[in-house]
């Protein structure tokens, strides 16, 4: 099995996105949120 140079940066890109995913589980859509709200309230204040 061998990656090509042309795909390398994909095949990071999903390594890190996965990597900084792990701990999420579950919960991702209720901090969605808040980070969200949380930003649109910091702008608006």
Known sequence: HKI???YLQNYLD???Y?????YFG???FD???VAVTHQYWC???
């Open 4 to 6: 090509d140079g042309k």
């Open 14 to 16: 999903e390594f890190c």
């Open 26 to 28: 579950k919960g991702l």
């Open 31 to 33: 901090r969605l949120v």
């Open 43 to 45: 702008k608006s204040v």
């Open 18 to 22: 996965k990597l900084n995913r792990r």
